[in-house]
């Protein structure tokens, strides 16, 4: 074996994962699949590619991801690193160029003399080799067989939805105004529709013709990203208090009852988004109901919403404190495949491989992360026991409940503070070790 461990995955988390390890001398080899068998989402053949939204949630300190971010940030990740060289402006979220994104990340990691890049489907588990899986929700089904054949029917899976982007000039700029919820107004296009239009849109998305996946089993969706005609199917005023709702804008029309943000996807603002607008619609169906808000009539589709499989591990049936598979021992996981969800969550669990793979093949003690940390909730939940175990965004509500009857509103400013703190002593923890160079 001419390298010192292997990380399956070149997504966020194991790019973050290959970098971290480089950067503490180990050797690196990295599999990535694409472009020799592409996912159902992917879109390129770079590392980090960004496959939906081009936003990483808050940056504001007092916000779980903003905290998770800095946590990052103080522990060095290479993809926040990337992350914050090609930001885009986009009022209070963190949003970024993904081409120049993945550029960057792709860039580092080729240019890097401890990775060696093997672009091939992984689709039997080494136990001989110390590895980290970071596969993703869209694993690939062969290597997902083979998981489930390893691990047993604790291997889960449910059905997410992407957003679809449309061409900026395709927008009818008579229909629609800027205005920000908080921040410069320049970052989002609103297209607002009156009440009547809006119940017939509602009525429209009800009724109109979606892509279901095969069994009532596998038709359960993450409620953190429903699609928008499962939200309408749950109320026709439930659109309006959810992503369409119209509160916060400054200077929006007076008949404005609902609204449907656009975010640009990228720094020319030639490609927008529709924020929050995830839908598994059939593609004609998402021409023609989004086509009845006035602003898009005519809007032109870069790319169209879909639905799509979403795979992860029950983590806390098969997986150690330090993110190793019980019945593998050296071989670690990392990312959504372990039970969160998010860009940044996803980055955070490939960052914390990497520093116990480090410490194990180094002989150290691993660093642990209290629940004191963002990062330390994430690796607790993806760890610990619970009854409905389903993929978790960094929040505040991952804290262990108190004893007793009432809870207390979380300090979110002393949290922080004390969180930095103890993020600091395992940065601090890491730069002494990783001057040692013998693995183990
Ligand atoms: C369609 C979709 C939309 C999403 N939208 C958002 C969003 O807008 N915002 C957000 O915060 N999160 C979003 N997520 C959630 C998620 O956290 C991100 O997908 C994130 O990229 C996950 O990071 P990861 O590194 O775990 O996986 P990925 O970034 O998917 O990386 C996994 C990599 O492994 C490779 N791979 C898979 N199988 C094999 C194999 N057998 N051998 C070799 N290589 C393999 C893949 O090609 C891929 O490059 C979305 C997820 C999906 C599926």
Redesign the pocket.
Known sequence: MDFDIRV?????????AALSLARLGLSVEL????PL???D??ETDR???????N???SDALRDARGLLKAELRLLGSAIVGCADASRLPAGKAFAVDKNQFSGLVTQSIQSNPLISVRR????RLDSSVPTIL???????P??LDELRKRLGRENLFFY????PSIWAHSVDRDSSFLSSRGGDAADYLNCPLTREEYYTFVHALQSARRHLPETPHEQKYFEG?LPVEEIARRGDDALRFGPMRPIGLRERPEDCFAVIQLRKENREGTVLGLVGF?TSLAIAEQQRVLGMIPALRNAEFVRYG?I???AFLRGPSVLSQDLQLRAFPRIWT????CG????????A??LVAALNAAATLRGFPRPVFSVQTMMGLLVDYVTQERADFQ?A?ANYGLLPLEPGPKQKAVDREAFAVAALKHIRHIADEVEAWSTNKTVL
């Open positions: 399956v995955g070149g997504g966020l988390a194991g790019s973050e599999w990535e699949m694409r068998h592409q996912t989402i992917h590392f980090g590619e960004l496959v939906c939204s936003s990483l949630g091939e489907e992984y689709r970071a596969t993703g929700p869209l694993t690939s062969d290597f997410d939805a992407v957003a990203c995830q879909l799509h499989r979403n990392a990312g959504q495949l969160v969800d998010g860009y940044m969550e996803s980055t669990l490939g993929p965004n």
